[in-house]
Nanobody, 115 residues
């Protein structure tokens, strides 16, 4: 059964850092454009950062310059390095394909930014 498994979240103070990881259990991971998404309480899920199969990355304005998305195709893993975290970054973070047809969603990983 194919799955995505996110990890690395936690409670961090404003200005702190976290590194999220997402492992894909299937094959051909290197062919997929991937992305990190987040969903804050009471809000819709939004795309935060994307990385194409060729390595090009994109970010929403709110995280540009603070977050870095990367991938290790040999490990079927996509990462999200988050620096200078703000309370507004508090959300459940998910990874998935950056495509109209997506994998089944994982459980996500909770990121809480609070003093």
């Amino acid at each position: 059964q194919l799955y995505l498994e996110e990890s690395g979240g936690g409670l961090v103070q404003p200005g702190g850092s976290l590194r999220l990881s997402c492992v894909y259990s299937g094959n051909r991971f290197s062919l997929f454009d991937m992305a990190w998404y987040r969903q804050a309480p009471g809000k819709q899920r939004e795309l935060v950062a994307s990385i194409f199969s060729g390595g090009t990355t994109n970010y929403i304005d709110a995280v540009q310059g603070r977050f870095t998305i990367s991938r290790d195709n040999a490990k079927n893993t996509v990462y999200l390095q988050m620096n200078s975290l703000k309370p507004d970054d508090t959300a459940v973070y998910y990874c998935n394909r950056n495509a109209r047809i997506q994998f089944s969603w994982g459980r996500g990983t909770q990121v809480t930014v609070s003093s």
